[in-house]
DNA sequence: CTGGATGAG
DNA sequence: CATTCTCATCCAG
């Protein structure tokens, strides 16, 4: 799905594969086939031997060879860095929002509450010795003179959360929400429009931001990447500076060929800085996490499963075998979880559904039968409804692939 | 279709 | 006192 993901002006306009990348690839494919030769060699063998043996040699499933073949040569497999995904997040964003709406708080040291929680703080606070959340009475012990205001109510949290979202949404429609913080946007359609010698230099902190990862010299990959990803550090800071201008609000933005290494980066400087990782790198972000439980996708389950198999670092479920995983996962988990350890996500940005509001003066509109939302539809339904059946009728469950495309 | 698991914020 | 709640997705029954 992800290799045909690109479109024709991007194909048209970046820059093709340099011969030594082709090479690279072609030599990389001779090595993933001879892999699979060896495999299917080492099978008929061993049928060979369970015949000697007066055994039925079992059959060998398509699955089951794949399975192998990745066993040992993981990054063999290729990836491709066909996408290029803008992962934004906002810098406390509860704090941010207290402070467009009232503007004398922007110069103390702020803190939102809920219950006895603080749940985040500015980076007035945090310049002070506040961490992020606390406990109330922890947090008045360090700085007694923190203004705190109450962020129980969502309502504008969530007001300024679309507002931030509808400014991507004005670049692309390919834009997945992440709780109200956050945003996953799809630039693989656009970023084609930044590719040229005015935006050659990259925009903002590269992973590490060493010099020498700036400098253009060499295209370690030659797949048009370098181009994408460069492009995509302006599209970011453009979507950005759009966002502060409209809202208000500033934030931080992650760019990589993939959602996980975009998501892992985004926040690596902080706040009101952005960050753009190339494929090449993708080793390092994973080993700069220490335990595997900090990758998302990686819960605390998975996590508990994952130590009880003593793995807890990145590299040791790098090392791991699928066979091993295999125990406790299927097989499809399995090789979901060693993708991840080596930063490869083929996971799509989602477009998000409608404008998040689950206040209770909403109303909510429905087809009856139709598997999309229509908001034109007339069917009224006062917001009174069970919480639990707003929440069925405005996700129509799996939709369709083709339901998806009318959603926007 | 639905409730339970899982994960994120 | 690492809490509680909301939301999305996946899948077995």
Redesign the pocket.
Known sequence: MGTKAFNSKVLKEESRPSIVQRMENQERQKKFEQKQKEVEKEIRQEQREALKQGIRPKFVTNKEKSLRMAEDEWALIPDQHQRTIVHIDVDC?YAQVEMVRDPSLRDKPLGIK????M?TSNYVARSMGVKK?M?I?DAVKILPNLVFVDGSDLTHYRQFSTEISAVAQSFTPNVER?????NYVDITDIVGDYISPEYSAIEGHVFGDKEEDRKVLGDPCGCGCLQRLTAGSHLAKKIRQQILETTGITCCAGVAHNKLLA?LVSGYYKPNQQTVVFPWQAHDVMESLKQARS?????????KILEDLNISTVQELQNASLSTLHTRF?E?TSKRLKDLSYGIDEGLV?K??KP???GLEDAFKKTSKQKSWDLTSQTHQPAKGR??QK??E??P??LKPKALLNLM
């Open positions: 964003f809920q219950k006895n929680l749940v959340s406990w009475k992440l709780g109200l913080d956050e998501k990758i998302p996708g990686i819960g605390s389950t998975t996590f299927d499809e989602r998000s559904g998040q509001s689950i919480l639990k929440v069925k405005r996700k469950q799996r």
